[in-house]
């Protein structure tokens, strides 16, 4: 099963994508299945409103997307409850975004949320990169604290903590790599040093778009990464809760 | 016509080829690009061998000065040194322009020196071109601050913002001497760059030669798959970087 990792569904500014055209995508690109993301704003502040639509959504297409959800940690223990509401009607991902949401990653006041997210059992995704509210190092704090989370490095901390991703993946055993922005030329040569299990392929359209990073990947990934990187991987971690 | 107006000889290519491009140029064959603004590594990461790269942009234009179009590069914490070398680059070695990456290289667009070197570049007609889009020394908003304060001086944000920062850059763009290359941003920013900045002051690059990696081939594909319009794409490609040159050496 092929999973696209990240995709941003919804309208508001740069953001375009309609539930019609990221199945046309999809299509395309010959990709079964998609993580569908809130927008930046329902990241920030309007998380119910992010988190229904992306299962309003999902429920219309259930064979096709994946709804992930989002908590800003300053809400505290709202945060958590919001998170367990979303995760408890069919959300499979916690979506972080640091630089969006305005903390650091590795900041005290992220910590219930993600110790939540383990304790449900979902993986965490987190945008990671300039101008350095969420680097791959923030991440592995994380990974350490929170040895049962499961960490995703949105981005690979494109580009300029590109240097770190490699040594940081290698530092934690439950830190992934997802590709979006990290470009697949470089993502492949990532991979073959992190091994290809920590991949996870991401085309985060609608800022990029999916067909073109698709093409792109299956160009660049060595072919006996891709069944693993194009879905395998995330596929065995949004199991961990049950079945997809 | 496709100029990359972003490469390199890079430090691996050089440490392989030993100042030989041919196995470099035999990559922008292969994607059909013509000619190259190109910078150095070397330049940028070692004070000790910044000389002897700039030397070597020179040679490998000489080999082929239809196709590779250098930017030197110097140290302001050199200070007088670095005039000379600058001056040197400029006026004996003809390169087209200058190149600064604050963030590998240390220093601030504030430092004094390096305000004389930009005062320089204007005073010769040539443009500078920086590695943008990074805290804390390679903000676009900090390469504005420069456009400010030196309106003779032609500046390109070499990475048009990278990915989190295509605003800040399109914000920059607003100061008339202000250049942004797309070499960096997403799909969605490079469309919403050349839909909201001066399209006559755009550039592509690929930043090739920086290591192994080819990214001619995705940056290339992606600026042809983007909603930027057939025009606008000929103008980037070949048209503006021309002009750049010709306009900044007038």
Redesign the interface.
């Known amino acids: 099963m092929t999973i696209d990792g990240y995709c941003t569904l919804g309208t508001d500014r740069?953001y375009d994508l309609t539930e019609a055209a990221l199945l046309e995508a999809l299509d395309a690109a010959e990709v079964g299945r998609a993580v569908i993301a809130p927008v930046d704003r329902c990241l920030a502040v309007a998380n119910r409103e992010g988190n229904d639509a992306m299962r309003q959504t999902a429920s219309r297409h259930p064979e096709r997307f994946i709804p992930s959800c989002s908590a800003n940690p300053w809400y505290g223990s709202g945060a958590v409850e919001e998170l367990r509401r979303a995760v408890g009607e069919g959300a499979r991902m916690l979506v972080l975004h640091p630089?969006v949401q305005g903390y650091l990653a590795n900041d005290e006041l992220v910590w219930p949320v993600v110790e939540a997210a383990a304790g449900e059992r979902v993986p965490v995704y987190i945008h990671t990169?300039?101008?350095?509210q969420a680097t791959p190092w923030q991440v592995v704090d994380l990974a350490e604290r929170f040895p049962q989370a499961d960490l995703i490095v949105g981005?690979c901390g494109?580009?300029?903590f590109w240097n770190d991703v490699v040594v940081a993946a290698q530092a934690a055993d439950n830190v992934y790599l997802e590709s979006s922005?990290a470009?697949?030329?470089?993502f492949a040569?990532y991979l073959k040093q992190t091994g290809a299990a920590r991949g996870i392929m991401g085309s985060?359209a609608?800022?990029?778009?999916l067909t073109?990073e698709w093409e792109?990947m299956r160009?660049a990934l060595p072919p006996e990464y891709m069944e693993a990187v194009c879905g395998g991987n995330l596929r065995r971690l949004l199991e961990k809760r049950g079945a997809l | 016509m496709i100029v990359d107006c972003h490469t390199h000889w890079g430090i691996c290519w050089e440490d392989r080829d030993a100042g030989d491009p041919s196995a470099w140029l035999a990559v922008l064959d292969h994607h059909g690009v013509d000619a190259a603004f190109v910078m150095g590594h070397y330049n940028i990461h070692r004070l000790d061998r910044c000389t002897g790269d700039n030397d070597r942009l020179a040679s490998l234009r000489d080999r082929v000065p239809e196709r590779l179009w250098p930017f030197g590069s110097v140290w302001p914490q050199q200070g007088d040194e670095a005039v000379a070398e600058a001056r040197r680059c400029l006026d004996d070695l003809g390169m087209r322009g200058l190149k600064f990456h604050p963030w590998i290289q240390g220093f601030s667009t504030a430092d004094p020196v390096f305000g004389e070197l930009c005062a320089l570049a204007g005073e010769r007609g040539r443009p500078v071109i920086f590695h943008d889009g990074t805290p804390c020394y390679s903000q676009p908003e900090q390469i504005a601050g420069l456009a400010r304060r030196f309106p003779q001086t032609t500046f390109v944000l070499g990475h048009s913002g990278l990915l989190w920062s295509w605003r800040s850059a399109l914000e920059a763009a607003r100061q008339p001497n202000i250049w942004l290359c797309l070499c960096g941003p997403h799909m969605r920013g490079v469309e919403e760059l050349c839909r909201r900045a001066d399209g006559d002051r755009i550039l592509w690059g690929s930043d090739f030669g920086f290591g192994w990696s080819d990214p001619i081939e995705y940056r290339l594909a992606l600026l042809r798959a983007a909603d930027v319009g057939a025009d606008a794409r000929e103008r980037i490609l070949g048209v503006n970087p021309a002009r750049l040159l010709e306009g900044a050496a007038r």
């Open positions: 740069e630089a990169g300039p101008p350095g981005h494109a580009t300029d922005l470009r697949p030329f470089l040569g985060y609608p800022l990029n778009e073109f792109q160009l």
